[in-house]
């Protein structure tokens, strides 16, 4: 099932009840369409998001320790006792030690969580796919929130890291992100091989989320 995960970042418009709002525009949506969709809130919100809709919730960061003291850290066990389905790992904008990555992912497998390993070129990608996450996400950060899709602007990356991703561990799903917007390009990520998509202001600062998200699966 081709996966759409949305990253509400710390946008004004992904925060507080703009965030339940937006998740359960997304949860109508879901219910019409085959793709798998799934949402990553700020931790603020992630609390009411999970009890008041029926999606897959993501953190959107997690740090490399288990309970102890660790002021302001956020375990892996905290989100399995939170109820969310897992977390984004290594974001452009929350960068990660190797060290770190790999704690994470064998901590998150532990607790049957969900770990998805964001990456930005085919080595790195390559080296994500060896420490078994469930899926490594290509994004060039030159092109995140650009407005400019991945999968147009520099399909070599995304078609790359699929080989290379699959080379190392069969098992691994790729996903593209950054400048995803349209169903044209969740099309031509599909073409490449890529197995879902992350993406977040194309539907998340959008005017109207719900119809672009609709427009972003082909509803539309």
């Known amino acids: ?7 509400f970042k710390a946008y004004r418009e992904g925060s507080g009840e703009r965030a339940l709002k937006l998740a359960k525009a997304v949860e109508e949506v879901s219910k019409k369409t085959d793709f798998y969709l799934a949402v990553a809130p700020n931790y603020l919100d992630v609390g009411y998001i999970i009890k008041e809709t029926s999606l897959d919730v993501f953190a959107q960061h997690v740090d490399a320790v288990s309970y102890g003291s ?7 066990e905290m989100l399995k006792e939170r109820g ?4 984004l790992i290594n974001h452009s904008e929350r960068r990660l030690k190797l060290a770190d990555i790999e704690f994470i992912v064998s901590k998150l497998r532990e607790l049957n969580l969900v770990s998805v390993i964001c ?18 996400a290509v994004e060039p950060p030159e ?16 078609e790359n890291s ?12 790729v996903l593209c992100g950054a400048g995803i917007s349209k169903y044209e390009d969740i099309a031509a990520a599909m073409d490449l091989g890529a197995e879902g998509v992350l993406l977040a202001s194309g539907v998340v600062k959008a005017s109207d989320p719900k119809r672009a998200l609709e427009e972003l699966v082909g509803l539309r």
């Open 1 to 7: 099932m081709f996966a759409v995960i949305i990253n």
């Open 119 to 136: 990456t930005n070129n085919t080595p790195t990608t390559a080296a994500a796919a060896a420490l078994n996450p469930n899926y490594v």
């Open 70 to 76: 660790h002021t302001g850290r956020i375990t892996p």
């Open 84 to 87: 969310l389905k897992g977390s």
């Open 162 to 173: 699929v080989k290379a991703a699959k080379s190392v561990n069969e098992k691994v799903k």
């Open 143 to 158: 092109l995140i929130g650009s407005g400019i899709p991945v999968s147009k602007a520099e399909p070599e990356i995304v």
